[in-house]
């Protein structure tokens, strides 16, 4: 097993445990950060400063933030440049486990209120982090596996960014757009031609799957 997956990719510069450590304790507070502050623009919307309020009513940023696609993104950097699949787990593990609790515990006690069934969606998507992440970081590889898992991830962003069916197809924001196109370049193969292949795949992934699962986090 362990050789048919270091044929998919293999872990390129060792790092020592200290700044294995560092790493992790940094997507940490990266996550803390950015659940506070996602909750913090939901909560206080409203009475945001004038400069922030304008950004966020044109772009609808605190809808955007709480959507799942830009955290399916960072989650996939996270993974891929991670130094082992291993390490990805945790690393991507610890980011959710910071920003899902930063962003209940202000919800819970600052905002005064407790959402409880979005809740245990992003409890349930913590746990399975790890597994996911573990997945991930091979899609960086260089084989036909790590081809299609890249495809895969793609056509599950793809359903997170975009609505579509016979007859229309929109994007939910510019931003989803933009993290979409960030993720093609995250994922891109070494040639064009791979490239082009990996996305055409992930397009037919992404009907296929919105066929099986009609429904998409939002």
């Not at 989650?75 to 920003?99: D, E, H, K, P």
């Not at 055409?200 to 986090?217: E, G």
Request: proline share 2%.
């Amino acid at each position: 097993m362990i050789k048919f997956l270091n044929d998919i990719r293999n872990v390129e510069k060792p790092i020592s445990n200290n700044r294995k450590i560092i790493n992790t304790i940094a997507v940490l507070f990266l996550g803390i950060a950015l659940g506070t502050f996602s909750k913090f623009l939901d909560f206080r919307q409203a009475e945001l400063p004038s400069g922030l309020m304008a950004i966020d009513a044109a772009l609808d940023v605190h809808n955007f933030l709480g959507r799942f696609a830009i955290w399916v993104l960072i989650a996939l950097c996270i993974s891929i440049y991670s130094n082992s699949a291993i390490r990805a787990s945790i690393n991507v593990f610890a980011f959710f486990i910071g920003m899902v609790a930063s962003y209940y515990l202000y919800s819970n006690y600052i905002a005064g209120f407790f959402p409880r069934s979005y809740a245990v969606i992003w409890f349930g998507f913590t746990a399975v982090s790890p597994l996911l992440s573990f997945a991930c970081w091979y899609a960086r590889g260089k084989s036909k596996l790590a081809l299609i898992l890249s495809a895969l991830i793609l056509a599950v962003l793809f359903n997170m960014c975009f609505v579509y069916g016979c007859w229309y197809f929109n994007a939910k924001s510019v931003l989803e757009v933009i993290v979409f196109i960030i993720g093609l370049i995250v994922l891109r193969r070494d040639t064009l031609r791979s490239s082009a292949l990996m996305g055409t795949i992930s397009i037919v992934l992404a009907v296929l799957l919105d066929m099986v699962i009609p429904f998409h986090f939002g």
